[in-house]
Nanobody
Framework: QVQLVESGGGLVQAGASLRLSCAAS????????MGWFRQAPGKEREIVAA????????YYADPVKGRATISRDNAKNTVYLQMNSLKPEDTAVYYC????????????????WGQGTQVTVSS
């Protein structure tokens, strides 16, 4: 069982940066691949980025490629998402999730989810 708590969201202007954090409880955090997803009003949840259990492999969705960096610190049971050059279309609730089977690209592959943190980007 893994419990996830996101933080770091907020209201920022276009062009700004944010670093989201996801703190995990449980002794098996380092065995999970982790992902960041987002869901904007009226839209389906979509993957933003994912990272393997070791941090050696990462994935970025096209809309954030070049602007986002996912990282993890297994000693601190925390995964991060650094977002730069934020755009109004990045506005969404951001969720972190844990995948026990590998680096997944779809939400159904992730077993554990946090409650989400709101990111709002004004133009």
């Amino acid at each position: 069982q893994v419990q996830l708590v996101e933080s770091g969201g907020g209201l920022v202007q276009a062009g700004a940066s944010l670093r989201l954090s996801c703190a995990a409880s449980g002794r098996t955090f380092s065995s999970y691949a982790m992902g960041w997803f987002r869901q904007a009003p009226g839209k389906e949840r979509e993957i933003v980025a994912a990272i393997s259990w070791s941090g050696g492999n990462t994935y970025y969705a096209d809309p954030v490629k070049g602007r986002a960096t996912i990282s993890r610190d297994n000693a601190k049971n925390t995964v991060y998402l650094q977002m730069n050059s934020l755009k109004p279309e990045d506005t969404a609730v951001y969720y972190c999730a844990a995948d026990p089977y590998g680096l997944g690209y779809d939400s159904y592959e992730y077993n554990y989810w946090g409650q989400g943190t709101q990111v709002t980007v004004s133009s």
